[in-house]
């Protein structure tokens, strides 16, 4: 049971240059997240998608976006990177009805911008 | 706007003294709140949800609504719980989009 799949581990990428950051899970939930974590800043919520079909703005959307292409998977895209997207960055899922069960996490995406 | 705030980026304790992660939220309604763990590579996970009341791994955390607070407790610190501890809100949304902290770095030294 692979649970939630980032790929890929690690990146750098020149600033303007564009990337798609993959996730996708196995245990059949239907909303899905994507956070950056920076130091001091917590996790901080990029995009969701509480189903498939359908995507909103987190808190920190510029200079992203995302394609629920399936149930699976949740992509998160950079179409001209920039160095202030140098972070981690989490996928996660949850069940449908919230996340009172919690939140699995993919094992992170480690993207540095030059 | 909702908030949860963890005012320790650094904590330190020795073996066996009691340690307390503070979480403070700024929600008017009825808040979901959750501690999650990150040990040194690894992903991070859940480790407490408040309405089920557990104790895992020796770690309690009760809501105090007075204090608008979920501090995270252990009695006995180990050296197996260092890793990085972040408070998480849910406003009640069906799709639970969570609010996270800032994070406490826990050091448990021998």
């Known amino acids: 049971n692979a649970g939630v799949t980032q790929t890929p581990k690690f990146q750098v990428l020149k600033t303007g240059q564009s990337m798609t950051l993959q996730c996708a899970q196995d245990?059949?939930?239907?909303?899905m997240y994507w956070y950056r974590q920076d130091p001091g800043m917590g996790l901080r919520l990029i995009y969701y998608?509480?189903?498939?079909?359908?995507?909103d703005k987190g808190e920190v959307p510029n200079g992203y976006n995302v394609s629920r292409l399936n149930k699976r998977e949740f992509s998160l895209r950079l179409e001209s990177a920039a160095p202030s997207q140098t972070s981690v960055y989490f996928c996660?899922?949850?069940?449908?009805?919230?996340?009172?069960?919690?939140?699995?996490f993919g094992s992170g995406t480690r993207l540095t911008v030059v | 706007a909702q908030r949860v705030t963890q005012p320790e980026k650094l904590l330190s304790v020795f073996k066996g003294a009691p340690v307390e992660l503070k979480c403070n939220y700024s929600?008017?309604?009825?808040?979901?709140l959750f501690w999650y763990v990150q040990y040194s590579r690894q992903r991070l996970q859940l480790l407490l949800r408040?309405?089920s009341r557990e104790s895992i791994k020796g770690f309690t955390a009760d809501l105090n609504k007075g204090e608008t607070s979920f501090h995270l407790k252990k009695p006995f610190a180990q050296e197996e719980d260092s890793a990085m501890y972040y408070c998480?809100?849910?406003?009640?949304?069906?799709?639970?989009?969570?609010?996270f902290g800032q994070g406490t770095i826990l050091t448990v030294h021998p």
């Open positions: 996660a899922s949850s069940e449908e009805g919230g996340v009172t069960y919690g939140y699995t």
């Open positions: 245990m059949n939930h239907n909303s």
């Open positions: 998608s509480a189903s498939e079909g359908t995507t």
């Open positions: 929600y008017s309604g009825s808040p979901e």
């Open positions: 408040h309405i």
């Open positions: 998480a809100l849910n406003l009640g949304t069906s799709y639970g989009k969570l609010t």
